[in-house]
Nanobody, 125 residues
Framework: QVQLVESGGGLVQAGGSLRLSCAASGSILSIKNMGWYRQAPGSQRELVAT???????NYADSVKGRFTISRDNAKNPAYLQMNALKSEDTAVYYC???????????????????WGKGTQVTVSS
């Protein structure tokens, strides 16, 4: 059973930095795309950044130049470095894995998408 767990959120002053981490458990063979999304109170979940297995990245216009997404191994598949934080960055941040190839019951390879439960980021002005 694959699980994603985010960490690194917290309370920070405007202009500060945080580094979010996404840890994965379970038997993972590969992941096509990793992403970070966020959801502020009363708003829909929105894309923050994505990174493909080949390393290409995509960012929301609102975070370009301030946030950096990176990948590591299967157990720590994604990080989000957030600099120059603004009050409007306050939200719950979610890690996502799309096209995750895992090894289920003996001999069974699965491909599915997964989400973490989120970590709160609060930026005080």
């Amino acid at each position: 059973q694959v699980q994603l767990v985010e960490s690194g959120g917290g309370l920070v002053q405007a202009g500060g930095s945080l580094r979010l981490s996404c840890a994965a458990s379970g038997s993972i063979l590969s992941i096509k795309n990793m992403g970070w999304y966020r959801q502020a109170p009363g708003s829909q979940r929105e894309l923050v950044a994505t990174i493909a297995s080949g390393g290409s990245t995509n960012y929301a216009d609102s975070v370009k130049g301030r946030f950096t997404i990176s990948r590591d191994n299967a157990k720590n598949p994604a990080y989000l470095q957030m600099n120059a934080l603004k009050s409007e960055d306050t939200a719950v941040y979610y890690c996502s894995a799309k096209g995750l190839v895992g090894l289920g019951s003996p001999g069974k390879v699965t491909v599915d998408d997964y989400w973490g439960k989120g970590t709160q980021v609060t930026v005080s002005s």
